[in-house]
Structure formats: structure tokens, C-alpha cells
């Protein structure tokens, strides 16, 4: 069964750093888009990062250069490294792989921010 796993979620203060992991389980990943989404209490899930296979990225504009989003091929993992956190990035984190009509989500992971 193809899963995407996320972790690296946490309390971290204002200013603060945190670095979110998602492994994927399937076949596709070094031919699949991956991207970081989130969703705050109240909202609609919104885009923070996604990367090509290529490794083309694309940020919302908020969080360019605050957060880099990587990927590992060989570990077929995609990172989202998070830096100067502020409480409005306070939300619940979901990895996600697109290809074709694939799309896949992960179960998510918090990040809460506090001031």
C-alpha cells in the first residue's frame, strides 16, 4: 500500500527552526511532483512549497526565503526546512505526491508556533 509518512512536527518558539521529513512507500517518487501543504484551524489547506522531480521549487510568496523544500531521491523523502517560525505558520503540515492522476496525501503533522 503506497503511503507518505510525515514527522519532524513540534512546539518551537517564535524565531525558531523546525524541519519537517515525508518518506513515500511507493515506486513513482523520482518521477512525481511533491509538495508541503497546511492547514490551520478555520482555514483552507494552502500551498507552502513544492518541488518537481526535477527539482524545480515554488514557494508561496510568504514563505520564500523562510523555507526551503528538498528532496532525497534515494530515500525517497522530501524536506521542508522551516526557518524564523512565526505563530501564523502554527498549522497542521501535509506532505503530498502528484503524477498524472496520482495524488497522494500524508496523515499531516503539527507545527505549533509560539509567541
Known amino acids: 500500500q503506497v503511503q507518505l509518512v510525515e514527522s519532524g512536527g513540534g512546539l518551537v518558539q517564535t524565531g525558531g527552526s523546525l524541519r519537517l521529513s515525508c518518506v513515500f512507500s511507493g515506486s513513482i517518487f523520482s518521477i512525481a511532483s511533491m509538495g508541503w501543504y497546511r492547514q490551520a484551524p478555520g482555514k483552507q489547506r494552502e500551498m507552502v512549497a513544492t518541488?518537481?522531480?526535477?527539482?524545480?521549487?515554488h514557494y508561496e510568496d510568504s514563505n520564500e526565503g523562510r523555507f526551503t523544500i528538498s528532496r532525497d531521491h534515494a530515500k525517497k523523502t522530501v524536506f521542508l526546512q522551516m526557518n524564523s517560525l512565526k505563530p501564523e505558520d502554527t498549522a497542521v503540515y501535509y506532505c503530498?505526491?502528484?503524477?498524472?492522476?496520482?495524488?497522494?496525501w500524508g496523515q499531516g503533522t503539527q507545527v505549533t508556533v509560539s509567541s
Open positions: 518541488i518537481t522531480a526535477g527539482g524545480s521549487t
Open positions: 503530498n505526491l502528484r503524477w498524472g492522476r496520482l495524488d497522494y
